[in-house]
């Protein structure tokens, strides 16, 4: 089945440091997804890219989805204390299953 | 619009019982995943349903198992429930591309 691979797995940054993780698949999706995850509570999605080349940001948080098609980068600028948690990539090919990468865990010190 | 509901938000079994664990997706959303996720580590795709149909099924044994109701919402059931069956239950819904998850059912079997 469609695997995806999140790197790195794990990030312990100083506070104000810019992060960057990405996924990368053997197969083609038609959309990548980023999700935040808290302690105790369910992922939110943070940034959705729907075309291969496309750039998007959300405040902090600038996501790509590669040319290939097989991969999606997340950068995070300036980081702050709450950025901590657990971010999840995501993929999907048209009307199949959503696949998720298995994570980054974000650790900030202030 | 409410998000994606999952009931009970916590659910303590003792071994060899039976845990009942139901979500109710976006009003409008007719597709329903379910993830696990044990100690806070990725989550392990369980089963999908779309239109009241399991789509597909994740790597799990067949005492786990659920069903969708033709209101869209969805039931998990785990039967002889095992230790490490303890995690964090979560479900999503999804309007065909991407997925909006619940805040999760805490399952600890004792």
């Known amino acids: 089945g469609q695997q995806l691979n999140q790197s790195p797995q794990s990030m312990f940054i100083q506070e104000g440091e810019d992060v960057s993780m990405n996924c990368t698949s053997s197969?083609?999706?038609?959309?990548w997804l980023w999700y935040k995850q808290d302690p105790g509570e369910g992922p939110v999605l943070l940034i959705a890219?729907?075309?291969?080349?496309e750039l998007t940001s959300n405040g902090r948080l600038t996501a790509q989805f590669g040319i290939t098609r097989k991969d999606s980068f997340l950068n995070i600028s300036a980081s702050i204390p709450s950025d901590v948690g657990i971010y999840f990539c995501?993929?999907?090919?048209?009307?199949?299953?959503?696949?998720f990468g298995k994570g980054t865990k974000l650790t900030v010190n202030p | 619009e409410a998000g994606v509901t999952q009931s009970p938000t916590h659910l303590i079994k003792t071994r060899g019982q039976q845990a009942t664990l139901r979500c109710s997706p976006i009003?409008?959303?007719?597709?329903v995943y379910w993830y696990q996720q044990a100690l806070g580590l990725g989550l392990q795709f369980l089963l999908w349903?779309?239109?009241?149909?399991?789509?597909n099924r994740g790597n799990f044994p067949p005492r786990f198992s659920g069903r969708q109701f033709p209101n869209y919402s969805s039931e998990l059931n785990v039967n002889a429930l095992e230790l490490e069956d303890s995690a964090l239950y979560l479900c999503?819904?999804?309007?065909?591309?991407?997925?909006?998850f619940g805040q999760g059912t805490r399952l600890t079997v004792v």
């Open positions: 890219l729907y075309k291969a080349g």
């Open positions: 349903y779309d239109e009241g149909e399991e789509r």
């Open positions: 009003s409008g959303h007719t597709s």
């Open positions: 999503a819904s999804t309007p065909v591309v991407g997925a909006f």
């Open positions: 197969s083609i999706f038609n959309t």
């Open positions: 995501a993929g999907q090919g048209g009307s199949e299953k959503l696949v």
